[in-house]
């Protein structure tokens, strides 16, 4: 085990398999990371307490048992695609996100899937084996060539729209099924079919599709009956879509022509396997991504994801969240703040129940990431309840609570393009902010109550409602100053629909106690005072 303790540091990360050089010196920078290959359940189990993020890749299990040992958890990485390893309910209960790396080695296994194809038509590996035993079997290993055949995909995510177009590049016809994708959304050149089309039809077949109860042995004995006599299989997705014994029984009864696997059910495979001992099975130990090229990509890009959430709360490539792909999460992050801001402002500023929220966005910027914001305005309003509440498990905590919520599109005439509106029922009364991005000036609270403001979240603020009466700014000011608590900015304005005549809210630089609000509001004319933190509670 390598491990660095640095108590300047507040984020703990645990790397329970391989992880590039460039990919932990990000994490270094930024956390206390411990290196720990191989452990066995019960060493993780030990590992956890006080671990903030956990990256695995494809050997270590993430079970609920885990999970549970790990109160401190806030993020699983998985350094890769598939999270079959990683219990997601289990984290989506407790709050912890997932993210995954999808796009990271999507061209490389795309490429191994294609190389497999090439080596299964024209029998590459068993010509190299069978000239190493001395042999010369020209006639033997006649292959066939790829241009004009048929070519069925199974599942068009990522990884299946790369091959998709690398077949169309090898002039061949491309099929596809992908029960999840609506036909105007297919690659160009691209038919979709159904799945027992895509069988009878094609000459070769490829595998892009997770592993689920419903792909669970997708192509057992049923489906090769189906399937032409010449045609070849290959699968790079996961273990377990493919019934072994049933491909070693249509191999070794001619049901297909041959198949090549790079994913097991069981893995590493035992040295007894029946899959060893087919001639027409090409085998490969799990190479889907192993290029130096996209285990540097995965590795960096997985460290630079888990710092984001841990220093900015922005989950990238989530799998149980709304995902935001990490060329956009420049762009939604300050949104993403701004939105949680303004709910927390109204839930903290106006006491009661809280029975509905409603997100209003307009501009294109903001509309395009509706559903992400919609789960920020959540968290940001359900801040301070019982419960840990993050975009994991927020919509889960509202709908549990009772909770209406929704997110519509507007279009207002108004100085901004992009503005966003929060708007909280509280003990049957609507309460709203309005905020926006001002270039340098960034976060920008516009209105409260629709009282005009021009105010910048910042992480403790207190927000008086008063008397517009002279006098009643420069003794909050006092006794904040007789309090050592300094003031960094204030905005001051008339009341709008909050009940009062008039309203300010202060930036000051260290959170106030009780004591000090008592004494705020035993100012004349002072009716109420609240105190605002805006500090992250996990988005």
């Given at each position: 085990m390598a491990m660095e303790s640095d108590d300047s540091k507040p984020w703990r990360v645990l790397v329970a398999d391989d992880l590039t050089p460039d990919g932990l010196e990000i994490l270094r920078d930024k956390a206390e990371v411990r290196v720990f290959k191989g452990m066995t359940p019960d060493q993780l189990l030990a590992e956890l307490p006080g671990t903030h993020a956990l990256i695995v890749r494809s050997a270590t299990t993430v079970s609920r048992e885990v999970l549970e040992a790990a109160p401190d958890l806030l993020v699983v990485g998985r350094a890769g695609i598939g999270v079959d390893n990683v219990d997601v309910e289990a984290a989506t209960e407790r709050g912890i996100a997932v993210m995954n790396t999808p796009e990271s080695g999507a061209t490389t296994t795309a490429e191994h899937a294609i190389a497999l194809l090439c080596s299964l038509a024209r029998n590459i590996p068993f010509a190299s084996e069978s000239m190493h035993a001395g042999k010369w079997e020209k006639s033997k290993l006649t292959g066939v060539e790829?241009?004009?055949?048929?070519?069925g995909i199974v599942g068009l995510g990522r990884i299946g729209s790369i091959v998709a177009a690398r077949g169309q590049?090898?002039?061949?016809?491309?099929?596809?099924?992908?029960?999840?994708?609506?036909?105007?959304?297919?690659?160009?050149?691209?038919?979709?079919?159904?799945?027992?089309?895509?069988?009878?039809?094609?000459?070769?077949?490829?595998?892009?599709?997770?592993?689920?109860?419903?792909?669970?042995?997708?192509?057992?004995?049923?489906?090769?009956?189906?399937?032409?006599?010449?045609?070849?299989?290959?699968?790079?997705?996961?273990?377990?879509?493919?019934?072994?014994?049933?491909?070693?029984?249509?191999?070794?009864?001619?049901?297909?022509?041959?198949?090549?696997?790079?994913?097991?059910e069981v893995e590493p495979l035992p040295v007894d396997s029946p899959l060893r001992k087919q001639e027409r099975l090409l085998l490969t130990p799990h190479l889907g991504a192993s290029t130096k090229e996209a285990s540097r990509k995965i590795g960096v890009d997985m460290a630079k994801q888990i710092v984001n959430c841990l220093e900015f709360g922005t989950v990238i490539n989530g799998v149980n969240v709304p995902r935001i792909p990490p060329d956009q999460a420049e762009e939604v992050a300050p949104w993403l703040d701004l939105v949680t801001c303004l709910a927390a402002l109204l839930t903290q500023a106006f006491p009661g129940q809280l029975e509905s929220l409603r997100l209003d966005l307009q501009g294109e910027r903001v509309?395009?990431?509706?559903?992400?914001l919609g789960v920020a305005a959540?968290?940001?309003?359900?801040?301070?309840?019982?419960?840990?509440?993050?975009?994991?498990?927020?919509?889960?905590?509202?709908?549990?609570?009772?909770?209406?919520?929704?997110?519509?599109?507007?279009q207002v005439d108004g100085a901004f393009v992009d503005v966003v509106r929060v708007t909280c029922v509280l003990d049957g009364r609507a309460r709203c902010a309005t905020g926006t991005l001002l270039g340098r000036r960034g976060l920008t609270i516009l209105e409260l109550e629709n009282a005009s403001l021009d105010a910048h979240p910042s992480p403790d603020m207190i927000?008086?409602?008063?008397?517009?009466?002279?006098?009643?700014?420069?003794?909050?000011?006092?006794?904040l100053g007789e309090r050592g608590i300094n003031i960094s900015s204030m905005q001051v304005a008339l009341g709008g629909d909050s009940g009062a005549a008039a309203m300010a809210l202060l930036a000051v630089d260290s959170p106030l106690d009780a004591e000090a609000v008592t004494d705020l509001e035993k100012i004349d004319h002072v009716h109420r005072v609240a105190r605002i933190d805006f500090r992250r509670g996990g988005r």
């Open positions: 790829l241009t004009g055949k048929t070519f590049g090898l002039a061949m016809r491309v099929i596809a099924y992908d029960p999840h994708l609506p036909k105007d959304r297919a690659p160009e050149g691209v038919t979709l079919v159904p799945f027992e089309r895509l069988l009878a039809e094609s000459d070769f077949v490829s595998i892009h599709v997770p592993l689920l109860d419903a792909t669970h042995h997708l192509f057992d004995a049923r489906a090769f009956a189906q399937m032409k006599s010449t045609a070849r299989l290959v699968d790079c997705a996961r273990g377990g879509i493919v019934d072994e014994t049933a491909l070693c029984e249509a191999l070794e009864n001619g049901t297909i022509a041959g198949a090549a696997l790079d994913v097991f509309q395009r990431h509706q559903e992400s959540l968290v940001g309003a359900l801040r301070g309840s019982r419960q840990t509440v993050t975009a994991v498990n927020a919509r889960t905590a509202a709908t549990r609570s009772g909770i209406a919520h929704e997110t519509q599109r507007i927000l008086t409602f008063h008397d517009d009466s002279p006098g009643v700014i420069g003794r909050i000011g006092s006794i």
